[in-house]
């Protein structure tokens, strides 16, 4: 199985920067695509940014420019910068792995809070 643990999810004021971490653990043979996913109370979960193991992006229109994600592969890891916070930023951020175990899956982490408040 694949564990991914997520970390880095804060209080921060409005314009500040927050940096999400996601480990991937377990029995791996390789990672695929990987991303960041983010559900605000009564909202359904949406994408924010995903990224190939060769490292091509795509990211929401409502965090280009402000949003960046990379990947380290030797550590099985994903980042998202995050820079000029909003409100409306705030939610659970979720990160998603694309996995060949036994077969190639879809995993996800268990989330980190993000809020952004004055």
């Known amino acids: 199985q694949v564990q991914l643990v997520e970390s880095g999810g804060d209080l921060v004021q409005p314009g500040g920067s927050l940096r999400l971490s996601c480990a991937a653990s377990g029995s791996i043979f390789r990672l695929y695509a990987m991303g960041w996913y983010r559900q605000a109370p009564g909202k359904q979960r949406e994408l924010v940014a995903r990224?190939?193991?060769?490292?091509?992006?795509n990211y929401a229109d409502f965090v280009k420019g402000r949003f960046t994600i990379s990947r380290d592969n030797a550590k099985n890891t994903v980042y998202l910068q995050m820079n000029s916070l909003k409100p409306e930023d705030t939610a659970v951020y979720y990160c998603n792995a694309e996995a060949l175990v036994a077969g190639i899956g879809d995993y996800w982490g268990q989330g980190t809070q993000v809020t952004v408040s004055s």
């Open positions: 990224i190939s193991r060769g490292g091509s992006t």
